[in-house]
Nanobody
Framework: QVRLVESGGGLVQAGGSLRLSCVASGTWFIINRMGWYCQAPGKQRELVAVVTRNGSTTYADSVKGRFTISRDNAKKAVYLQMNGLKPEDSAVYYC??????????WGQGTQVTVSS
């Protein structure tokens, strides 16, 4: 059974930093894309950043220049370094992976709260 375990969320003041981590286990397949999505109350879940197996990255416009996504294929891990946090970044952040076959798997989410 595929399991994604996220960590690193919490409460931080505006301008501060957090580093989210996500480790996958139970994967019998090669992971293609790994990424982070966020969902604020009353809003749809949206892309924050994704990274492919070869290292290509995509970021939401709102986080470009502030957030950095990275991955460790050997550890089946993906990270999100979040700098210059803003109150509008507050949301539940979900880790997600996609196999080359197109199957998606999601973590349970970790809360990020940025106070003004």
């Amino acid at each position: 059974q595929v399991r994604l375990v996220e960590s690193g969320g919490g409460l931080v003041q505006a301008g501060g930093s957090l580093r989210l981590s996500c480790v996958a286990s139970g994967t019998w397949f090669i992971i293609n894309r790994m990424g982070w999505y966020c969902q604020a109350p009353g809003k749809q879940r949206e892309l924050v950043a994704v990274v492919t197996r070869n290292g290509s990255t995509t970021y939401a416009d709102s986080v470009k220049g502030r957030f950095t996504i990275s991955r460790d294929n050997a550890k089946k891990a993906v990270y999100l370094q979040m700098n210059g946090l803003k109150p509008e970044d507050s949301a539940v952040y979900y880790c997600a992976i996609k196999s080359f076959g197109g199957d998606d798997y999601w973590g349970q989410g970790t809360q990020v709260t940025v106070s003004s």
